[in-house]
């Protein structure tokens, strides 16, 4: 996810026992400026997101959903719970940032360079674990 003044990432993940989702910086990033971004909003982020704004330096708001993802027959479910808490996070995101700065914080798909070509795909959920990918919105 593009942000204007930065780059915030949201991560979908794929564990043995569990999938998530959380906010981190650009990989390999310092996440000051993401933290420094967020951290004014963070009452508001945690209840909208229903996440602990957490103090880790490499992820931010995080989300679980326990599910053994050894059993192919909980992909579907797990794909659109990842699915619909990219989109949650994406919607909550723009507007709380677009309310603080009176515009949309998110540029749109449009807008990244290489219209976000670069980023991997998040549709992908493999036998390998754990996995992540961002998505550009």
């Known amino acids: 996810m593009e942000m204007a003044g930065g780059s915030v990432v949201v991560v979908s993940w794929v564990g043995n026992a569990r999938v998530g989702v959380f906010i981190r910086g650009p990989r390999g990033s ?10 004014p909003h963070a009452d508001v982020l945690e209840k909208r997101l229903d996440a602990r704004f957490g103090n880790s330096a490499n992820s931010l708001l995080g989300r679980e959903l326990r599910m053994d993802m050894s059993d192919r027959a909980n992909w579907p479910t797990a794909i659109d719970w990842l699915h619909d808490q990219l989109h949650h996070y994406r919607v909550v995101l723009d507007e709380v940032l ?14 990244i ?3 976000g070509a670069d980023l991997a795909d998040c549709d992908r959920i493999s036998d390998s674990s754990p996995s992540s990918s961002a998505f550009a919105a």
């Open 30 to 39: 310092d996440a000051a400026p993401v933290v420094a971004r967020l951290g």
């Open 98 to 111: 677009a309310g603080a700065e009176g515009n949309h914080a998110l540029k749109s798909h449009d807008e």
């Open 113 to 115: 360079p290489n219209g």
